[in-house]
């Protein structure tokens, strides 16, 4: 009986060619090269100039003839398109065989929506075995143990009709776990209906969104909307963490795994194990540890550094990032493996500029929240005026609703009268973005102006932003101001006289 190999063709297969002393053969070739099959159809989304060398390469280790089957798809998770391409290529892998010829669907290669579309087509309308591979564990088959009811799935993927649109568009139900989220504008309640969809579904999510936008929030609101709202949500910052200690941090030690390894440790896998682990700031990760969290993803286990044998665990990954990973990618810096893993369901937090009606709800209930705060403290209960509100209504917010709630518990620290002051407003935002921004250029000639006076203040004022924005990290801070390394970075930092405390950054400039 025949055997047919259907795969999609995916980023690790066109990167054997080049790189396979590090990554093996890629996931088709070893396919082909431990099992044997008569003919093999590759799909593919990627440019056929793209493609051509990997296929030319792929001859070159296998006897198996290859037929390339070139498929546009506007998105790598559009499970219509996929569905659609995948039917073709089983019709024409059987043009012309019998019916009881052996279809063999690959599941590794390409996107978790292609290898769920595999799962579905061999559970419905072509019979088929599946197989898995990874260069440690070699090729094996995979087993599915649940059945699909297939009646209606092929006009179901093909063309919903009017009853289906109306389903796919109506509002999921109420969560009461986002209400922590405040918001009015039309942009963010579509952004919320989209996140209680994705929050009962056991798939990765990817928030992104500026710094200060509410990603963590969002995160644990989908955990606490999902069904393992009753395990760990287990948060790390992973531009926090020193890039030696990363892979210890995240996937555990054994003791004695380097010199200070002094005992066993879990990693934050780990102890997330049957809940949801949110990797915040996950451009920041360094690409060996990218590589083996891509493993750890697909394989669903982690090995811990010095282990002899790994350890499963089913952990959710909800990850954030305030890059544009699209651009980390062409820049060499991000895996589009691991990009097309993770962005499963990407939710896009918008900026608090772009959120109509939003800062004045925000104004309202946020001031509530610290009046309260400071009657607790002993102090009296105070009032926005409404030149107050004004200046904080026309304000840009760069940092977003964080600057927001930072800039009125600093004003209601400031201030003194029961009611705050359009001044009062104003001072406070000096601290964060405020006249020496918007007055730096301006200020007039002689009358005691100081040069290097205004040169100190702007450089303090962007160092400690970026201090601030990088949680410390001096690495990351010196490329957000486009210093070229970390020591660079200190000594701007000494020079200007400005340094990172528990509680956020102090800026000053040095005397003498």
Request: with cysteine.
């Amino acid at each position: 009986m025949p055997s047919i190999l259907l795969s999609w063709i995916g980023v690790t297969d066109l990167r054997a060619p080049a790189e396979g002393s590090e990554i093996g053969l890629g996931p088709i070739a070893q396919a082909l090269s431990r099992r044997t099959f008569d003919e093999a159809f590759l799909l593919s989304d990627f440019p056929p100039p793209r493609v051509a060398p990997y296929l030319k390469w792929l001859s070159e280790q296998t006897p198996t003839p290859v037929t390339p089957l070139t498929e546009k798809l506007t998105s790598p998770t559009s499970f219509g398109e996929i569905y659609q391409a995948a039917v073709r290529a089983c019709q024409r892998a059987r043009d012309g065989r019998p019916n009881e010829a052996n279809l063999v669907f690959h599941l590794s290669p390409g996107t978790p929506a292609m290898a769920a579309v595999w799962i579905i087509l061999a559970k419905t309308r072509f019979p088929a075995e599946m197989i898995e591979s990874s260069r440690d564990h070699g090729v094996r088959t995979t087993s599915v143990p649940f059945d699909l009811s297939a009646e209606f799935l092929p006009d179901l993927l093909r063309a919903p009709d009017q009853q289906l649109r109306e389903a796919s568009t109506a509002s999921p139900p109420e969560a009461p776990e986002f209400s922590d989220i405040l918001h009015r504008s039309g942009i963010m309640s579509r952004l919320i209906t989209r996140a209680r969809r994705v929050a009962v579904h056991n798939v990765p999510v990817l928030i992104e969104g500026e710094s200060g936008t509410g990603k963590e929030l969002l995160a644990r609101a989908i955990h606490r909307a999902s069904p393992r709202r009753s395990r760990p949500f287990v948060p790390v910052n992973c531009g926090a963490i020193p890039a030696e200690l990363v892979e210890s941090q995240l996937f555990g030690h054994e003791k004695g795994a380097f010199t200070s390894a002094d005992r066993r440790h879990e990693g934050h896998f780990e102890v997330a194990d049957g809940g949801t682990l949110f990797l915040d700031e996950i451009g920041e990760l360094p690409l060996p540890t990218q590589v083996k969290l891509l493993r750890t993803l697909q394989e669903g286990e982690v090995l811990r550094l010095g282990a002899a044998k790994p350890i499963a665990v089913d952990v959710r990954v909800v990850a954030a990032t305030n890059r544009t990973l699209t651009t980390e990618i062409a820049a060499g810096r991000f895996r589009e493996d691991l990009f097309y893993r993770l962005a499963v369901a990407v939710l896009e937090i918008p900026p608090l500029r772009e959120r109509p009606g939003d800062v004045n709800l925000l104004l309202t209930t946020l001031w509530g929240q610290i009046s309260s705060e400071g009657a607790v403290a002993g102090t009296s209960p105070r009032t926005l005026s409404a030149g107050a509100r004004n200046v904080f209504l026309n304000h840009p917010w760069p940092g977003n609703v964080r600057e927001l709630a930072n800039t009125l518990r600093r004003a209601a620290i400031w201030s003194d009268g029961a009611v705050l002051s359009a001044e009062d407003a104003r001072e406070a935002l000096l601290a964060r973005a405020g006249r020496h921004q918007t007055q730096v250029l301006d200020r007039p000639l002689g009358d005691g102006l100081d040069l290097g006076a205004v040169l100190d203040e702007v450089a303090s004022h962007y160092l400690a932003r970026a201090l601030q924005e990088a949680n410390g990290n001096k690495t990351r801070a010196a490329a957000l101001v486009g210093l070229p390394s970390y020591q660079t970075f200190s000594n701007w930092v000494t020079r200007h006289g400005v340094s990172a405390t528990a509680q956020g950054v102090k800026r000053g400039r040095k005397s003498g």
